[in-house]
């Protein structure tokens, strides 16, 4: 499995790319997006419109009260809780909370891996990575793997359960 992460400037932006990753074939359950609370600047989308865009997983982290924490719990749960990791997470959680939505692809195999980077970057993939030190963000642990493109980061994944599993396991219940 593979993990095919990428931010965009804005919650429009980051829906076309969901609607074109499902239209090639992806299935929905398999990408996620990560935004800022509905109706925050940045966001382009009511209250209603936002929650009905996102799954049971997203939809908790952006409707509960303490939900800005909580992206931190998403992309800690999505990368590990290692060093380089913590950096990763750190990295896009602060580029939610500065306004930006973050699109994640479970993808089972590199050929599913290459065709979701060649999509978000041409849908206008930001790289928050090479921007984090510019906004005094933490990017420790950027090491690029070799199907990087841009904005858009793979991350090899040891677990052969389906992402989204995962992320309903680690979710606040």
Do not use: C
């Amino acid at each position: 499995m593979q993990t095919v992460i990428s931010a965009f400037k804005d919650s429009d932006t980051a829906q076309r790319a969901l609607n074109r990753l499902v239209q090639a074939g992806f299935a929905r359950q398999d990408v996620h997006i990560q935004e800022p609370p509905a109706g925050e600047p940045g966001t382009g989308l009511p209250p209603e419109a936002s929650r009905q865009l996102m799954g049971s997983a997203e939809r908790e982290v952006a409707a509960s009260p303490g939900g800005l924490a909580s992206y931190g719990r998403f992309f800690a749960s999505l990368f590990g809780l290692d060093a380089p990791a913590r950096g990763h997470a750190r990295v896009y959680s602060q580029a939610v909370q500065a306004g930006h939505s973050v699109v994640v692809v479970d993808a089972t195999d590199e050929e599913q891996a290459s065709r979701a980077v060649e999509l978000m970057h041409d849908l206008g993939a930001i790289d928050v990575h090479q921007n984090a030190q510019g906004q005094g963000w933490d990017a420790a642990g950027d090491t690029p793997h070799r199907m990087d493109r841009g904005g858009v980061r793979v991350f090899p994944r040891a677990s052969t359960r389906p992402l989204r599993e995962e992320l309903q396991e680690a979710a606040p219940h």
